[in-house]
């Protein structure tokens, strides 16, 4: 994250009048002599400049507009987490809408960390965040810096001051002095979703005719076998009949070790242009280092299990959970984990996104900036004004546990649980019939038919659902709705490369 350097302020410029004096030769000229030149001294002010001066202020205090001394503030890194639900993303917006930087900045402000004179503009404060979030994603750690205020007459405790005017789904768990400049290289994110997403598409739904007919294009007449899920209930079950089927459902060892080989396939440097949208093949922003991605073994809560995907790698580009969209519709569908090495190459072809409620920021990591001050720091005292703690959320661990659960699974489980969002999700999948997913076939091949060509219509488009984005508590009502009705399709994004950038965490 950079920094911008603090603005030097300047008085106004007076221009001298000729002095006609004669003046010694000046012989340091081209010289650094290491000296200041004073300007002569200013006259000093009348005894009727001083009383009104003194009566300027007098009456400034009685009609209680006399300005408050500045308070010193520094370059500052401050350690929060926030769960996303009712939130228009991270990024403070010039429309006031509702984001986790706008409610924490209005926070500072009236605890007296950001002053008066700054209270209108962020960029004053040279504000700016380490990972950026889609509107409702959650971050059980992210970091914003600014010039900070930190001693501050009458507050003991900063840290608890501004809690106190934040909301309870945002905390600010801590801040660090930093030198001017400093970068998160890595991220790591988590994605939870319930195990069930793995049961393959059901019989007679629209995936499964693409499937089969895929087979026998392929001169394959032996129909694949039917996933032991299906075999009780077929195609007359209920969607309600087979939510309840898929809850008690626990994934396989070998489906699981399916899901762990392709999602090794996202390790290393790759271009991950079908991963996010208005990016070219040949755009070099595209490229992106994943260094490890961990699948845990399931957990059940309440009825349901739960898989969790953790990603460690540079930041994230816009809508780049469609890596989560390829592996999972690739797992269950039998699909050969080569097909993600596919989508890297050439072709652009669509990669739905998964819903955003499973999304969870971790935390930024700066190891780079840590090592650079382990350095700096080994001949320094704390006391010392030129030393700076490492960033580092671990002596907050307890508190981001604790919040976690309380804020965010808790947020998750309970949407799935009334409102069956995955489930949702993963039918609207299934209905699509259409050539853009043709890619999830036994070949691992990117056929011709899905692959989008610039400036031509796709016939039958896959069309998302906006209520997919939300993770505010929809009701089953409203998911319902957007599921059957077309005002609530996603209109493809067009975004340009300025605010794409921007969007990037």
Partial sequence: MEQA????????????????????????????????????RRRAPTKEEEEANREKKRLEAEMGTERPPRLPKRQSALLIG?????????????????????????ALVKAGAVSQDNADDPVKVSLA??????????????????????AIPGVEDLVARVNEELPPDIRFWGFVRTQNSFNARLRKYTYFFPSYLLIPPKPGSGMDGQQKAYRQSMGLTEPAPLHPFWQDSGESSTKEEDLARKRSWRVDTQTLDRLKEAAKRYEGTHNFHNFTVGREFGDRSNSRFMKSITIEEPAVYGETEWV???????????HQRKMMTALVLSCRTNTPPEVINKLYEFSDVFVPK????????????????????????AKLKPTDADYRPPIDFEIHRDKITE?????????????????G???????????YAGNDLLYLNPEGKIPEACVIKKGERRSNPFREKRVFDTT???TAERVKKQLEESDGEEEEEVIDKRLLAETEG
Wanted: charged share 30%.
């Fill in 308 to 318: 969790s995907v953790l990603f460690h790698g540079q930041s994230f580009m816009l």
């Fill in 129 to 150: 965040r380490a990972a950026r979030t889609d509107a409702g994603v959650h971050a059980a750690g992210n970091v914003v810096s600014l010039k900070l205020i930190s």
């Fill in 354 to 377: 998964m819903p955003s409620l499973g999304l969870l920021l971790e935390e930024p990591l700066f190891g780079q900036y840590n090592s650079r001050l382990s350095e700096n720091n």
């Fill in 421 to 431: 969002l995955f489930d949702a999700w993963v039918r609207s999948v299934d209905s």
């Fill in 82 to 106: 926030f769960c996303g639900s009712g939130y228009r993303g991270m990024q403070i917006q010039p429309d006031h809408t509702k984001t986790i930087e706008g409610t924490l900045f209005k």
């Fill in 5 to 40: 350097s603090e603005t030097e302020e300047k008085g106004p410029q007076i221009k001298k009048k000729h002095d006609s004096r004669k003046r010694k030769p000046d012989n340091s000229k081209g010289k650094d002599t290491g000296k200041v030149k004073h300007s002569r």
């Fill in 472 to 474: 505010s508590s929809p």
């Fill in 403 to 419: 919040f976690k659960e309380k804020f965010i699974y808790k947020n998750m489980r309970e949407i799935e649980d009334r409102d």
